[in-house]
Each structure stands twice: as C-alpha cells, then as structure tokens.
C-alpha cells in the first residue's frame, strides 16, 4: 500500500489540496449555523440516491459538510456541535501532519466514493461513519493522545478508538441495510489503509516483550558484594564508604592468611 502511495504522490502529488480538514470543519460550521435558523435545510443535503436521481446531484458533494452529531439545538446544541467539530479539526490535522497532504487526501477521497457507492446502493447515509473512520485511523496512528472527556476525563485514544470500534461492530450487527452498508464502506477504508501497519506495530511490539522475557533469565543478577571488614576492630565499608582496607598475610600475625585490615590498624599491625 504504502509503495503505491509513493508512486502515486510523485505523479499526482502536486495537485493534492492542502488543509483539507480546515474547509470540511469550516464548510460544517456554516451549514450548522444556516441549518440552526432553517433546520429543514439539512434534509437537502443528505445523500439520498433518490433525491439524487432526480436532477439533486449536489447531495453527492453537500453531505460531507453535515454538521457531526446531527446538528442538535436547544441550549446545548452550539456547544456540542463546536466540541465536535473542534475534535474533528484536532484529528484530521493531525493525520495530515504525519501522513503528508497527500496520503490523508487519498484515504478521506476513498471513504468518500465508498461511502457515495454505498449510499446509491442501499439507501441514504450521512457524513458519520465517514468521520468515525477518521477517528479510527487517529487512534490507531496516535494510540497514546490523551484528550479530556467532557473537559475532565484523560482518555487516551487507543482506548477511545476500541469504543469506536464496538460501537460500529455493534451497528453492523443490529442497522438497516444501508446503516450496515456505511459502516462497511467505512470499516474497508480503515482496514486498507490502517491495518497493516498495525498489524506490523503489534507484531513488533510483541517480539520485543519476547526478546525480553526469552534474555531475562538468560544473565543471573550480580551477587551481592560482601563489605570490608577489618579484623581488628569490626569496622566495615558499609559504616563508612571512605574507609580504606589493606590486606596482610604475614606469617607473625596473620599467619599466612589473607585478612584485611582498616588503613588505622593495618599501619599499627
């Protein structure tokens, strides 16, 4: 995948847009802002293959830009709405700052035509699960990023992915067909972008808890060095690291043995 890319990038790659994610998040905050004064005017931009056989091709392009979360209102639906695009801004900036403009374009163009295939073939579908692939390749590019949940809660996002991930499984298993068919279109761009490198980052990661657990028992830990003791007085280095030792072994006193004496009493033997 990635030798692809590359080839790709060299022919293609100039023409890639850049900030991407600043024009979704902004075109999103427009449409919430209008859709808060006239809410029917979200029903227009849904992707809707009906509507769109009709002459209402722009629903092919419009809903990428429906506000993430269904646009609520009421007093929290502002704040919702700004936290969740602020998110999505956080996440898509991101991957295109280690990815390259280029490869976050090709994995956001992929989702979308699945997503576009899907919705002409099983029914309407809106930008989430679209979104959520975002956050999966996120969580699976930056496992370790703590965000606050509810401006508390340290999350980090390999735990938020696997959430994610539950959830989507979840409506696969229990949402109507084309439910099912977005989450799949969504699913597949994860799985062709995401999974090997994955796969390869695990693989890595438990070969080297092998390597460590297989040489662990290889070396046995460094005996404990016994302390100096001087056989005159008693006195050892572990009472005094600065005490310094002579060994003798003179046969008058010692008697030919080695026996260690403090620096005091090795000058008096």
Known sequence: MESWLA?????????????LTLLIVGLSGLVYALSYVTPAFLDQLVLDPQAVAQGEVWRLITFLF????GGGRGAFGPILTIIALMFLYTVGTSLEAEWGNFKFDVY???????TIVSALL???VTNAFLNLSLVLAFATVFPNYEILLFFILPVKMKWLGLVDAAWLLYALATGSPNIRAG????LLNWLLFCAGPLVATMRGQAAVSSRRKRFSGTFAPAPERRPRVCAK??????????????????QEKCHG????YCIEHARAH
């Open 257 to 260: 043995q080695l026996t260690e």
């Open 108 to 114: 956001y163009l992929v989702g979308v035509v699945a």
């Open 183 to 186: 989450i799949v279109a969504a």
């Open 7 to 19: 080839k790709l990038e060299r022919r293609l790659g100039r023409y890639a847009p850049h900030n």
């Open 122 to 124: 099983f029914g309407p």
């Open 233 to 250: 007085c008693g006195r050892s280095d572990k009472d005094d690291p600065n005490l310094e030792f002579r060994v003798c072994d003179c």
């Open 66 to 69: 429906l506000p993430w979360g």
